[in-house]
């Protein structure tokens, strides 16, 4: 098994949590290092992406600021997790009293920045221990309101008492508490019946592959170098200069090979250095007002093959 360090888009199928996706990799690859991102429910389906080997160093690096998911809303229902999974707490038929305009208006003002409740249900921590760790032992938490951004709603189809819509968010956002919302602003109670995430930052649903395609033999042919998913301007230093870039130090212009003259203070690049990426960096201004180049996480020996 080759340990090179590297990126899995993988097609998460429901049923499974994100970490029993981690589990099967490690499994089926025979690797210990091995980490998701943006954890998906486990009834949800969709862009999972997976670090694998010392590949998981790039995750607090990875931009997945922007989500995208397909999801259906069933109204008249809502159950204790807000989605399928969980046990019916109340039922009714409100939404047969809905206009179909009223509906599009309604979901359409949830497009921008609102202060959302998280489900009792999910892994955010309070006091030490998960939400859903009180939930399942019937106790009484407070739940905190957190900002989040729905940057577009799209109705996809409304066939009553489902409406299937299309969600591009901000990292954090509940769709399952979206769906919840949704709801009570129809006067009605609601749930997601089904969430397939479609996007992920960089990673699409077009890109990812199935479990069953994951193999030492064909890890060739299905994973991404740690550096691809940015797009942060290439620079590369001189051969003399790589043993600095490995070890972390900060880099001055004399040592890259080119050394663009519309650099930005605060503007992020990628380091590379005989065939190889090297690190995230950043760029800086010392006491001087001289820019030079500063290292956020050396990558030696990943990213290029």
């Known amino acids: 098994m080759s340990n090179q360090p590297a990126i899995l888009n993988v097609l998460k199928p429901p049923g499974m949590t ?11 690859l025979n690797i210990q290092k091995c980490g998701h991102t943006g954890t998906l429910d486990p009834a949800a ?6 670090c694998i080997n010392k590949g998981t160093k790039i995750i607090p690096f990875l931009p997945e600021e922007e989500k995208e998911y397909i999801a259906l809303v069933e109204l008249g ?23 179909k305009e009223e509906i599009i208006n309604t979901i359409n003002n949830f497009k921008g920045e609102y202060q959302q409740k998280p489900p009792i249900y999910s892994a955010i921590k309070k006091n030490g221990k998960r939400l859903y760790h009180y939930a399942r032992n019937d106790e009484n938490v407070e739940i905190k309101k957190r900002k989040i951004e729905i ?27 979206l769906a919840r919302d949704i709801g009570k602003k129809l006067n009605t109670n609601s749930y997601l019946k089904n969430l397939l995430r479609t996007k992920s930052g960089p990673f699409n649903l077009k890109d990812t592959i199935l479990l069953d ?9 299905i994973t991404i170098s740690i550096d691809e998913p940015f797009d942060y301007r290439k620079m590369k230093v001189k051969d003399y200069a790589f043993k600095y870039a490995i070890n972390g130090t900060k880099l001055l212009e004399k040592n890259f090979k080119d050394w ?6 605060g503007e992020k690049l990628l380091i590379y250095g005989k065939g190889q990426f090297i690190s995230i960096s950043k760029v800086k201004l010392n006491e001087e007002d001289e820019i030079y180049i500063q290292p956020l996480r050396v990558f030696y020996n990943g990213g290029l093959k």
Do not use: H, M, Q
Request: hydrophobic share 40%.
């Open 151 to 177: 940057k577009d709603i799209e109705i996809l189809n409304i066939d009553l008492p489902i409406i299937k819509i299309k969600v591009k968010c901000s990292r954090g956002t509940y769709i399952r508490s």
């Open 18 to 28: 994100s970490f029993d996706v981690v589990g099967y990799i490690k499994r089926v």
């Open 45 to 50: 389906a969709g862009v999972l992406p997976v």
């Open 260 to 265: 663009p003259s519309d650099l930005e203070v």
């Open 213 to 221: 395609e994951i193999s030492e033999k064909n890890l060739n042919n």
């Open 77 to 99: 229902v809502i159950t204790d997790t807000l989605d399928i999974d969980g046990e019916i707490l109340k039922e009714d038929d409100n939404w047969k009293l809905l206009r």
